[in-house]
């Protein structure tokens, strides 16, 4: 990703964090994620986010979806004998569709990335409004997807190990490299 | 504390949450736990909080200030061996006031509880305005108020044990009974 594009991307995520009514320091700005997964497809896969706090015991975070943006299905192992992140996804602004193991539903209301269709294999879908929250246990599949209006996503977790997390994907790189 | 003082106290809780733009569901508003740690002077001495996560390994809760109310002086001990509560605060909403182990600073923005002088022995100072957030390790001293305006302050942490806090008021009881 180009600078000048990731920067860009970073002033949408401040306005969603707006209309969230979530106020960030100009620190965290300047360090907001915006992972596009190293699939060069930012609009369709791709999170922006904000790390509150990472200790080696517990985890906060603050994210961000553009609408019907997708965060490509993974699951978080057990590493160095140390059991798998568990995490807890409290909507915050918009919706967010969260797609874990589990009874595939009727009618859902996401598709994933067109022409990545092989790479989701989950689809029990579980609805997320402003105020409502879901907990993943480790090694749960799960992916998910913001509605129309994009979503603001608070995650509370154990560690996190991003670069340990295993995508259906094997294209994916989640570490995005930044060309300065 | 009676029923009608503890539904009014929620309600009036719930007008926190309002102001910070945080969004509740109706369950956590009934669930909402009030704590005046058993010394019955809740306007001075008490914290309001909804608990959105407490599993084995991980905590989240959103805490309400009222102006000038006090959270009383306490440490997250270590429990069977396992280590003490890891938390972080995060302000939303006004202003809170937070005092730790080390150098007292000098013009301190808060005092604490009138006649309760004696059972506060920690005064360096950290003051949180929204966005800005403190990480406080287990085992260390801590209390913290609301300044004019009240507070609202996040939590992020790992599993909340509140019964095993140790209060440095020993009248504290930090269970509150409620009289149906």
């Not at 969603?16 to 907001?32: G, Q, S, W």
């Not at 969260?98 to 989701?120: M, S, W």
Request: net charge negative.
């Amino acid at each position: 990703m180009e600078h000048r594009e990731f920067k860009k991307l970073q002033e949408r995520t401040c306005e969603y964090f707006k209309n969230a009514n979530i106020i960030i320091t100009d620190k965290e700005k300047e360090n907001i994620e915006v992972a596009d997964f190293g699939l060069n497809d930012i609009e369709n896969t791709g999170l922006q986010l904000v790390i509150y706090v990472n200790t080696d015991r517990v985890c906060s975070k603050e994210m961000v979806l553009f609408p019907r943006q997708t965060c490509p299905e993974h699951r978080h192992p057990e590493i160095n004998g140390k059991m798998g992140k568990q995490e807890t996804f409290r909507c915050r602004y918009g919706k967010v569709y969260l797609y874990i193991e589990g009874e595939e539903n009727k009618n859902k209301k996401c598709n994933p990335p067109a022409k990545d269709e092989k790479y989701y294999t989950v689809f029990h879908e579980i609805e997320l409004k402003p105020g409502q929250q879901y907990t993943i246990n480790p090694n749960i599949l799960h992916w998910f997807q913001a509605g129309d209006e994009g979503a603001v996503v608070s995650e509370f977790s154990t560690t996190s190990y991003d670069e340990y997390d295993i995508f259906t994907d094997s294209r994916i790189n989640r570490i995005p490299e930044i060309k300065q």
